[in-house]
């Protein structure tokens, strides 16, 4: 099971907040612009941030296939014989490495950020390689 740190759920929703004090800071001030910033910040970082406390878990595995978060924090199960790829797409750029996890089910293009896994996306494509042979 891989989860979504509960820092990083912790660090949006306090990001959320302190957009919503800097809106009411600048709604007291008569700064139309800044509200204007403020309010998409606010229901972004909100959402994101809800996101993690609804659905922690990203993805889990067990012997008849995985789970994974579908939409915004709905689930779906997928059997091991519908998977068709798993791989990490890794990328450089300006200096900086990332990896992404990618299942493909075929209809169904399932990605993954070491931040929603909590940990290495190539480890965690090694332990669902494993457990699904």
Known sequence: MWRVRRELAVFKILGALACAGLGI????????????????????????????????????ADESGITVVHGFASRRHVPWDAIWDIK??????WGLRSEMLEIDTGDNLHIFSPH?????????????RRRGT
């Open 88 to 93: 990490v797409d890794v990328r450089r750029r």
């Open 25 to 60: 800071y600048w709604w007291f001030e008569g700064d139309t612009r800044g509200v204007i910033l403020a309010v998409p910040a606010v229901v972004l970082v909100g959402a994101m941030g809800l996101r993690d406390v609804l659905a922690p878990v990203r993805l889990a």
């Open 116 to 128: 929603d896994l909590g940990t290495s996306p190539t480890e965690v494509a090694a332990a669902l």
